[in-house]
């Protein structure tokens, strides 16, 4: 079964320090990847996205994310967390194009905290 | 741009009555929205697939004829939760994904709506 799995519910860091949140992933051929992050009650904004190409991606507010296709991996990474990263993080994966289905499948997020 | 919007925001209703969400692409078309259900301190759930002009795909255990969903245009898709109950109370969220080449793969998520069923 395809999946998606974020292994910490919950990531404490360090103001200014850097900080990653994990996400593995088990879906047959070459996915689509994509980082979201929450803040508390809205939806969903777009970070970034791996399609194809170069491994490091880099998005929105100094986050990147590194693919590493042996290892079925897309870490979310930044150099330096501030206070305002503090927030859920999602992971999810979309199916090739040729599954024809633009359907994603979510990670259970993780929930960053980064401490003053 | 990929602004998506939810209207409305917040919405508190009776039991039994009906409540309607609507969902907005503001600067793009939209060939497919998605409808998520979220609970608290959970990821999305999605409940269906809406293609503009044809009936909505629901996913599994979700009753077609509670969650009714219409796309009527390439910007507007809306979702009708019928004869509310205090067990659908939730929090709504629509996506959408741009008919323009190059950009298919990404779901643009609105707001979302927080549906409270007294």
């Not at chain 1, 969903?44 to 994310?65: R, W």
């Not at chain 1, 993080?89 to 194009?97: D, H, I, K, N, Q």
């Not at chain 2, 599994?60 to 219409?70: A, R, S, Y």
Request: glycine share 6%; net charge positive; hydrophobic share 35%.
């Amino acid at each position: 079964a395809q999946s998606v799995a974020q292994p910490e519910d919950q990531v404490n860091v360090a103001e200014g320090n850097p900080l990653t949140v994990k996400c593995t992933y088990s879906v047959s051929g070459n996915p689509y990847l994509f980082w979201y992050v929450q803040y508390p009650n809205r939806g969903l904004q777009f970070l970034l996205k791996y399609i194809t190409g170069d491994n490091l991606v880099k998005g929105s507010y100094g986050f990147e994310a590194e693919f590493n296709k042996s290892q079925t991996s897309f870490h979310l990474k930044k150099p330096s967390a501030l206070v305002s990263d503090s927030a859920l993080y999602f992971c999810a994966v979309r199916p090739p194009l040729w599954s024809g289905t633009y359907k994603y499948i979510f990670g259970t997020g993780t929930r960053l905290k980064v401490l003053a | 741009g990929a602004v998506v919007s939810q209207h409305p925001s917040r919405v508190i209703c009776k039991s039994g009555t009906s409540v309607k969400i609507e969902c907005r692409s503001l600067d793009f078309q939209a060939t497919t929205m998605f409808w998520y259900r979220q609970f608290p301190k959970q990821s999305l759930m999605l409940m269906a697939t809406s293609n503009e002009g044809s009936k909505a795909t629901y996913e599994q255990g979700v009753e077609k004829d509670k969650f009714l969903i219409n796309h009527a245009s390439l910007t507007l898709s809306t979702l009708t939760v019928t004869s509310a109950h205090p067990e659908d109370s939730s929090f709504y969220i629509c996506s959408a994904v741009a008919a323009l080449a190059g950009y298919q793969e990404t779901q643009y998520f609105g707001p979302g709506t927080r549906l409270l069923v007294l």
